[in-house]
Structures are given as C-alpha cells and as structure tokens.
C-alpha cells in the first residue's frame, strides 16, 4: 500500500489544488462580476429615478410658467380692454354732451341747423380724440394696471423657483 501512497498524496494534492483553483476562479469569474453587475444595476436605477424627478421638477415647472404668463397675458388683456372701454364711455360721453348743445342751440327758433352745427359740432361716440389731460388719465391708469401685471408675473415665476 505504500507503493501507491505516493500517486494518491500526489492525486489529492492535485484534487486540493483544482478545488482551491476552482474556489478562487468563481470567486474571481462569477460571484464578483455578479456583484459588480448588482452595484451597477442599483446605481442605474438610481440615475433613473433622479433623471425621472429632475423631468418631473422640469414639467412642472415648465407648467407654473406656462400657467404664469396665461395669467400675464389676461391680466393685460383685460387691462386694454378696460382701457378701451373708458375711452369709448368718455366719447359717448363727450357725443352725449355735445348732442344735447345741439339740440339746445336747434330749439331756438333763431338758430338755424347749420348754425348750430358750426357753433356746437357732435363729436363721433366711439374712437374720438379725448382731450390730453383725459387721455393721459386713461393711459396712466391702463399702464399702472399693467405694471401690477407685470409685478404678478415676476412674484410667480420667483415663487416657482
């Protein structure tokens, strides 16, 4: 038995050393790739998600933005048509006015229509020309009004920030 002890100490030292081999080959080959692939994995996905929040933040505030300047633009829209309307209420005003000298002066049995055009002309009830100090009134209020826009826009697109 001790002749084959030598080819069996030499077949175990071998079997010994493809084990330990093979433990070091999975462990280098297999289990730390698989590791390395699971840390990528989890770093991806948590590129993903931080990518998906930074969309999300962006849409939204994409959205407020979006929502501001709707605001802006009815907020003026509304301030020209206020002013627009003041305009024509002041020469429907102004017309009213003056219609009511003409039919004064054409009452008068010693005026004659003509006359009474020349003395006291209609102005038109609808895009006249204001007197300045009126006109520059109108125009103050309208721009103020569109400043206090403006200002709005500015708070909202701060707050969104």
Not at 11 to 16: D, I, N, T, V
Not at 35 to 48: G, P, R, S, V, Y
Request: net charge neutral.
């Amino acid at each position: 038995m001790l002749k084959h002890a030598d080819p069996i100490l030499k077949l175990c030292l071998a079997l010994g050393a493809l084990m330990g081999g093979a433990g070091v080959g999975y462990y280098y080959g297999i289990y730390l790739p698989a590791q390395d692939i699971h840390q990528q994995t989890l770093a991806m996905a948590e590129k993903q998600s931080k990518a998906a929040e930074q969309s999300r933040a962006l849409a939204e505030r994409a959205r407020r933005e979006q929502e501001a300047q709707a605001a802006y633009s009815q907020c003026t829209d509304l301030a020209e048509s206020a002013y627009r309307q003041r305009w024509t209420q002041a020469c429907q005003a102004m017309h009213d006015a003056d219609q009511a000298a003409f039919d004064d002066c054409a009452d008068n049995l010693f005026s004659t229509r003509s006359g009474c055009l020349a003395k006291h002309p209609i102005r038109p009830a609808q895009d006249c020309a204001l007197p300045s100090q009126a006109a520059q009134s109108l125009s103050a209020a309208r721009d103020q009004r569109k400043a206090q826009c403006a200002a709005q826009l500015q708070s909202a697109q701060r707050g969104g920030q």
